[in-house]
């Protein structure tokens, strides 16, 4: 019984470029899912409705959103790495005591504004290990 | 597909082999050298890469069907099928592609099967997780490929070479 088909058994030149392209969509699996994916985004609420969400890794330098709801005015601070209430009028100032966030699945809630600031994204994705 | 005599018997050797070797991998302490779930050398793709060559792609399908379903049989593991499955059938799909060319050796061969094998399994494990978070173990395991894909390479390649002498290899 003849074989179908006998193969090189050395190395030929184009076998580097099985290895390129292995190398290639490597590289490009590294800049899709963690360049892309790693960046924080911040979801801002006001009674409930999403008014912004903020890529934060786009951000070079802090921005100050004023937020006024309920007869409340919040200064949130969003910077690449987080954000923060820098100073509110409410009266339990506990979003300002909560100080800033940098995790994914944090948040910040100043319930007399009833204001939100919840990150989300980035390499927190709920998955300790995956077992094959 | 009619298979004669012969070719049912090698196939049945060969899956034989192939459920071997995948068992006999397990033994080897390759995770102390790569601390990495998932990192296998994937010894039983010699025997794909080999059927591919020897008996053609439809009895390496044969093969690669009843190595994967006895495989997770055995391991009392039905999950593990679906992870098999997808490598296997993956890494054949590219190795019939890449075998029909002229310019590529065993090694172009096999490290295209090995790289393909590891997005099958990590498409499996996308499918059974629900998202798509497997996707940041790729890079790595696809570096892991480049060598696993060249060292089962180099063992099909002497395999061949042990039986350049035989009636498999005289036409």
Redesign the interface.
């Known amino acids: 019984m003849p074989m179908k088909q006998s193969p090189a058994l050395r190395p030929k030149p184009a076998d580097a470029l099985v290895v390129l392209a292995v190398i290639l969509l490597a590289c490009a699996m590294v800049a899709a899912v963690w360049g892309g994916g790693r960046g924080l985004t911040a979801t801002v609420s006001v009674n409930g409705q999403v008014t912004e969400t903020v890529d934060l890794s786009r951000l070079s330098d802090p921005v100050v959103r004023e937020l006024s709801a309920n007869g409340y005015t919040l200064h949130v601070r969003l910077f690449s790495g987080g954000a923060e209430v820098v100073d509110s009028t409410c009266p339990n100032q506990d979003c300002v005591h909560t100080g800033h966030i940098t995790q994914a699945g944090q948040s910040i809630v100043c319930l007399p504004a009833r204001i939100s600031v919840t990150l989300s994204g980035g390499a927190e994705n709920g998955v300790d290990a995956v077992l094959g | 597909m009619k298979l ?1 005599t ?2 049912l018997t ?1 196939c049945a050797v060969l899956t034989a082999l192939a459920l071997a070797l995948s068992y006999v991998e397990n033994f080897l302490p390759l995770s102390l050298a790569v601390p990495l ?2 990192v296998k050398l994937g010894l039983a793709n010699i025997v794909t ?1 080999f059927a591919l ?4 792609a439809g009895q390496a399908f044969l093969i690669l069907i009843a190595r994967c379903t006895l495989g997770a049989l055995f391991a009392g593991n039905l999950n593990a099928l679906l ?1 098999s499955l997808f490598g296997g059938l993956s890494a054949m799909a590219v190795m019939a592609l ?2 029909r ?1 002229k ?7 096999s ?2 099967g090995a ?1 393909a094998h590891n997005c099958g ?1 990590i498409a499996a ?1 996308m499918l059974t ?1 629900g ?9 790595l395991l ?2 892991v ?2 060598f696993t894909g060249a060292l089962t390479g180099f063992a ?2 002497l395999l ?2 042990a039986l350049e002498h035989t ?5």
């Open positions: 004669t012969k070719q090698l779930p998932g890469v060559y020897a008996l053609g992870f890449l075998s060319s310019h590529l050796s065993l090694y172009g061969v490290i295209g790289a399994q494990a997780l998202n798509t978070a497997p996707l940041y173990y790729l890079p696809l570096g490929s480049l099909a390649g061949f070479r009636s498999l290899r005289k036409a």
